[in-house]
């Protein structure tokens, strides 16, 4: 993977010094890409592009960026990696190209594809994950354009005066004397609701994130103007309106030879390259195609914690002795979890706080002690119906239908009075493959939804991590905050094809990828994501319900491939996720740190959210009456971001 950063202006005073600006913005960027750093400036119309480069593939000087097409028109500096570079070689020699290959780069087979073609027709045809930009020397145009599911970032803003700015990162723009620096407090809302900054908005008014699937072009003198090149709403209606109904086993069948293909073209690399397991279903599935294509032990990475209940360590462990593959493991100390907190603020430049961001961060660290590459199994919940909260999410939905709005508050009321901790004692005795894991936590997050209708709002409340954000701002007269996420409602009966489609839209790039991302390059890691691989993508919507969930199980499918690899025995049990024991945390190792960042001098700093109402919580919390850890979780990874940033 690398990074990047440009600029396009008009000529000025500050465009005298576009080479000085575009160093510094490019050298933001050296964790992405430590091997390399190269600027290209054309003073003629002012445009300026930097590039940090993590050498993968061609890792001689033919790889290095920015790069030029043969013809001299293209420039493009790009972060990502294409996994049918062979393929489009050979199509556009077929289609007319007769120069010379300076090398073995899919940046010099994505060059010669954009001439050859144009960008909309080309970048149809990349299989990969990508972030680019394109300089195009005879039309003076810029394009930008990013992956289908939104696995590499790409920032972007136009100034009043004209300039155009872009870069794989926040920190880059910063360094640009124009950048704007104003929070926008709807980004804020949105970020206390979902943990996370969705697309198209930053937490910075007039910065944009563009969004997944979408190409950008701007002229000099031109606004900027967007196209989407894959529909993921046309894929996902178009796959529920003919389903796939041959028998299982044939379906089967074909997932596991899209699957072959699609872990097998990312295992291409020049360079080390390994996976992270959990030994759950989804990297499970992942390491064991990969030893199956390998002639040698796969490198294997995860990680654990003291509180068994939050550890899938040994899980790993015996999938792993199954597949004979070279483990690694790392049982995190308090110590480096603390040391990884002080991290965070730096290594995800906009306010992010999905917990998960911790262990992620440090099984990346743990990989690239051995490897540059490693895979990872993100993706297949959202692809094969993974997550509980669809089924029970449907189950309240068609519960509400019939029992009377009093009854349901009245309910909720009931659950909510007894903590999460008494629910977990009482509910004890029921063994454990019967059990919930978590399950206190579980019957609050569930009774919250009691009251509201359908199945869209049920979905929203169980990810929200404040279900109303604009009451923990400080000026929260305006009200709710509409945040707007797309739906199949009006064309998609199924409602875990609904929810399905508000997690690959929202949750997946919004937070998965971006954690992900962040993870992994902030230590120079590339991780690729062979289960979002957009054919497996268009694949799973095809597929029908029966092949994606049974009663409380899901990925039916994908399991089904799994057992041909691995005994079931080491795979099924309840989901788990990828969690830390946050909330003993906060009231324990972290408290000096957590009242730190919570206090009133600290929170009247900021002076963006309600001090009296965001310490209630806090003070709730901290007692044990209510256990608030992920909401004031959002508070505080915001309130280290500011103290870092702002």
Known sequence: MCGLAGFLCKPSATASKSGEIIRTMTDTLAHRGPDAGTEWLDEDVCVAFGHRRLSIVDLSPAGAQPMHSTDGRWVIIYNGELYNTEDLRSEVVQGGYSGHWRGHSDTEVMLEAVSLWGVERAVKKFNGIFAFAL????????????????????????????????????????????????IDHQAVAAFLHSACVPSPLTIYRGIHKLMPAHILSVSPDGAPTTACYWDIRAISIDGQHHLDQRPDEELTDELEQLLLDAVGRQMVADVPLGAFLSGGIDSSTVVALMQAQSNQPVRTFSIGFKEKKYSEADHAQRVAAHLQTQHTELIVEAETTRATIARLPDIYDEPFADSSQIPTFLVSQLARRDVTVALSGDGGDECFAGYTRYQWIECLANWTRVIPQPILRGTKSALQALSIETWDCLLSP????????????KIHKGSALLPLAGVEAMYSGAVAQWSEPHKAMRDHGAGPVAFGYPDLSDSVKDPVARMRYLDMTHYLPNDILTKLDRASMAVSLEARVPLLDHRVVEYSWRLPRSALTNGRIGKRILRNVLRRYVPPAL?????????????????????????????????KTSGLFDVAYV???????????????????TIIMFQAWYRRWA
Request: one cysteine or more; charged letters at 30%.
């Open 615 to 633: 310490r209630r919580h806090l003070d709730e919390h901290l007692t044990g009456r209510r256990n608030w850890q992920y909401a004031l979780w």
């Open 571 to 603: 795979f099924e049990r309840q989901k788990m996720g990828f969690g830390i024991p946050l909330g003993e945390w906060i009231r324990g190792p972290l408290a000096e740190w957590a009242a730190d960042l919570l206090s009133e001098h600290s929170l």
């Open 135 to 182: 300089w195009d020397r005879r039309e003076r145009r810029l394009w930008l354009v990013r992956d289908r599911l939104g696995v590499k970032p790409l920032y972007w803003t136009q100034l009043a005066d004209g300039t155009f700015m872009f870069g794989s990162e926040l920190r880059a723009l910063r360094r640009h004397p124009k950048c704007p620096t104003q």
């Open 430 to 441: 029921i063994p454990a493959r019967l059990r919930p894991t978590h399950i206190g936590d």
